[in-house]
């Protein structure tokens, strides 16, 4: 006969200590999630009446700027000059922070150096500084060529374009700079480019900035739809140029050139759409 002994096998306790911990770690993730949401909820309404974010900056470790890099932003950039020494910090932190988040490619033996890198982030900064989230996580690169370069895809020669499935915006140089070179002729590369890119990423982020920007964009969009006397007035005018009737990608980008180079003009001559667009920017410094 065999007999077969089975020792009861009883569940180790588990530390009171330890017990009390996990739930305390439970609880506040929990209270966290929840908080969270309500933020976020809450947000959203304030943002929709007041057309900007509860708070815009929140910086734990300020970045600065090399001594190279600040000379060129302060010698060659003219809206940052336009800022009080308050916004000038917060512009030199986004931009440092903006520099570092970018990888930059010469091409066709391009050399990249400190004034591109500076001079075409500053534009970025610029645009998105009404923006909590302004580094356009739509893109990670930023190629540039020398000079206008060729596309096999569609046989033509580019100034800049915009790639969201390669996640880069693309310059000419020598093209960007002309766009600095005369500061109110409403024809500017950077901009243009960098316009492109936000558009794209607001419709396809879900912040809070985002929000703000299609709920801008949506209300010009629906105005101009309701005003046909707008859109013709719009067209007759000519203050922008014709290629911002391509669509509505263009539209915005050629806006946005001349809302900064000449807003004083703009706002005499269209208040409305003016108004829109200082509002889907939250741009309320610099005289804007």
């Known amino acids: 006969m065999i007999s077969i002994y089975l020792q009861d096998t009883?569940?180790?306790e588990i530390n009171p200590t330890f017990r009390l911990v996990m739930l305390v770690i439970f609880f506040v993730g929990l209270a966290v999630v929840i908080l969270s949401k309500f933020y976020t909820f809450f947000e959203s309404i304030y943002a929709t009446k007041n057309k900007k974010p509860f708070f815009l900056n929140f910086i734990v470790i300020k970045k600065e700027l090399s001594d190279r890099q600040l000379t060129i932003l302060n010698n060659e950039f003219h809206f940052y000059q336009r800022l009080n020494s308050g916004e000038q910090a917060i512009f030199r932190h986004r931009l440092a922070t903006?520099?570092?988040?970018?990888?930059?490619?010469?091409?066709?033996?391009?050399?990249?150096?400190?004034?591109?890198k500076t001079l075409i982030s500053a534009t970025a900064v610029m645009?998105?500084?009404?923006?909590?989230?302004?580094?356009?996580?739509?893109?990670?690169?930023v190629i540039i060529y020398p000079t206008?370069?060729?596309?096999?895809?569609?046989?033509?020669?580019?100034?800049g374009e915009t790639n969201p499935q390669l996640k880069a915006i693309v310059f000419s140089w020598e093209d960007f700079k002309k766009g600095y070179h005369i500061g109110d002729d409403n024809l500017n590369l950077g901009i243009h480019e960098f316009g492109h890119a936000i558009h794209l990423n607001a419709f396809s982020k879900r912040d809070v900035s985002s929000e703000i920007f299609r709920d801008g964009f949506n209300t010009l969009a629906n105005y101009l739809q309701e005003h046909k006397i707008v859109r013709d007035g719009l067209i007759a005018s000519k203050y922008f140029r014709a290629y911002a009737y391509t669509n509505q990608f263009e539209f915005f980008a050629v806006l946005l050139e001349n809302f900064i180079?000449?807003?004083?003009?703009?706002?005499?001559?269209f208040p409305e759409l003016y108004t829109y667009m200082r509002q889907m920017l939250n741009f309320n410094f610099a005289g804007y």
Do not use: C, W
């Open 148 to 159: 206008a370069y060729y596309s096999s895809l569609n046989e033509t020669y580019h100034k």
């Open 10 to 12: 009883q569940t180790p």
């Open 127 to 141: 645009l998105t500084f009404g923006f909590r989230n302004y580094l356009i996580d739509l893109i990670d690169k």
């Open 261 to 269: 180079e000449t807003p004083n003009e703009f706002k005499a001559k």
């Open 98 to 116: 903006f520099i570092n988040s970018k990888e930059f490619i010469g091409r066709e033996g391009l050399v990249v150096d400190e004034e591109m």
